[in-house]
DNA sequence: TCTATTCATTGTAATATTGCGATGAATAAA
DNA sequence: TTTATTCATCGCAATATTACAATGAATAGA
């Protein structure tokens, strides 16, 4: 009816999706390789650089932030966004995992 | 207003975003990992496996085809899937290198 | 204090996703 | 041919996502 049936599902699968979902959308990877390429973190001028609205850039942020990619801090009247080291190695263990498991044998 | 601008990013941003969101249902986060262990091809006792319906779990599949992570091939009355290893890989290579890209250097 | 800047939030509209029952196509077996 | 099985597709309802203009909160500087 809509609504993702979580419950039929681990936690670890629902977490996972949950990432993907962050990765889900061109936006949300053009701010992710910008903020990796700026390495120092950076406000949104993302607006310039991506074309998009103030307001759906800072929607984007949001969701990155909520699932722990990025993390923002105040620097005076404007926002510093940078990735979270630490959600960004699990993140990228728990998918190399995934990826490492397949092994090559098909129909 | 409620579709991605897919024209304001490049083809490799877009491209990474459609196999993320492939990966962002915890369904077909399932139905990967059971085709990975069960290695040869499965058709759709996933209805059973996972608790969904038939048209849901058909639907799940044509998205995952859709994107070239699995492939299907008639097997009498039922359907074989699998991982689609030449794809799989492609998609491994470009995760790999988004997650490797990552320096830790922050705010 | 007043103004400008930066950003988050709200509200709204358009579109996409999720889930399932019902139906239909295709094959296998009786 | 008839029946059962397996699956894809259609149609619907509920919900989520995407995008933006407008507004508001917070800070910096005049």
């Known amino acids: 009816m809509g609504v993702s049936r979580t419950d039929l599902f681990t936690s670890e699968q629902n977490e996972l ?3 993907a979902k962050a990765f889900a959308h061109p936006a949300r990877v ?3 390789e910008y903020l990796i390429k700026a390495n120092q973190c950076i406000n949104s001028d993302l607006v310039e650089e991506l074309g998009l609205a103030q307001a759906t850039i800072s929607q984007h942020l ?3 932030k909520s699932v722990g990619l990025i993390a923002g801090t105040v620097e005076g009247t404007s ?3 940078c990735i979270n080291a630490e959600v960004w190695n699990k993140v990228k263990n728990r998918l190399q995992g995934l990826m490492d498991s397949y ?5």
């Not at 092994?103 to 129909?107: F, G, H, Q």
Request: with cysteine.
């Open 30 to 32: 053009a701010i992710i």
């Open 79 to 81: 926002m510093c966004y």
């Open 62 to 64: 949001k969701e990155l």
């Open 17 to 19: 999706a949950l990432v």
């Open 103 to 107: 092994d090559p044998n098909c129909c």
